[in-house]
């Protein structure tokens, strides 16, 4: 038959036979020729709402014009976004070495004093570890000096030994089950909340080699 369908160009663009644009074709505007008026061909418009004489599967050249990918792209080096994970990882450890600490002093198998020994014991180790590794580059960065340091840790030790008995009073009459919901609520509320200070990382370069992780859009 004469009919004439849709044509699919090289560019993979659809484009309306030929009786569809005739079909459109107005009528001689006042005061242009007829051959003037069948010139005229019907604009695309990436719109929905308006009925146009296209068929639904066309595309115009047009369509792909205000595409833009990878625009907000950023990139980060690969022992950066490790260095910077090691916040998180810092404080599940704190607080399962918190629970795991406490589950020991609960089954008798750790008492409080021999606790609060090896933990001086092993903050002073470590705070002299990391002077001697920094070099006082830290220290002369806050402005604060040992004098401070170790006012804080007397101020520190004296009130947790001052308080003790007041806080083992004032807990007496307090069941066991409501402790154990307000530790559970106040740890996740540490690891909620703590201040982690960390850059978010999505694009990774690598030791190996630089590998790009781009969205699409």
């Known amino acids: 038959s004469g009919e004439q369908f849709p044509v699919i160009g090289s560019s993979g663009l659809t484009r309306p036979p030929g009786w569809m644009r005739a079909a459109v074709e107005p009528p001689a505007a006042p005061g242009l020729g007829a051959s003037e008026s069948r010139c005229w ?45 090691t916040v998180v990882a810092q404080q599940l450890s704190s607080v399962c070495v918190f629970v795991i600490l406490w589950w020991y002093m609960d089954q008798d198998r750790l008492s409080p004093h021999r606790l609060f020994t090896y933990g001086l014991i092993t903050s002073l180790f470590g705070y002299l570890m990391f002077d001697a590794i920094d070099s006082g580059e830290g220290r002369n960065h806050s402005g604060r000096t040992r004098w401070a340091d170790l006012k804080s840790t007397v101020v520190f030790v004296a009130f947790t030994y001052g308080f003790s008995p007041v806080l083992k009073t004032l807990t007496e009459s307090i069941s066991t089950d409501t402790i154990y919901a307000m530790s559970v609520f106040m740890l996740l509320g540490h690891l909620i909340f703590f201040d982690y200070g960390a850059t978010a990382a999505i694009n990774i370069h690598g030791p190996w080699e630089e590998a790009e992780i781009k969205d699409d859009l």
């Open 41 to 85: 061909h019907p604009r695309w418009k990436k719109v929905l709402y308006e009925r146009q004489p296209f068929p639904d599967n066309f595309v115009d050249g047009s369509f792909l014009e205000e595409l833009r990918k990878n625009i907000y792209v950023r990139q980060y080096q690969f022992w950066t976004v490790v260095r910077e994970s």
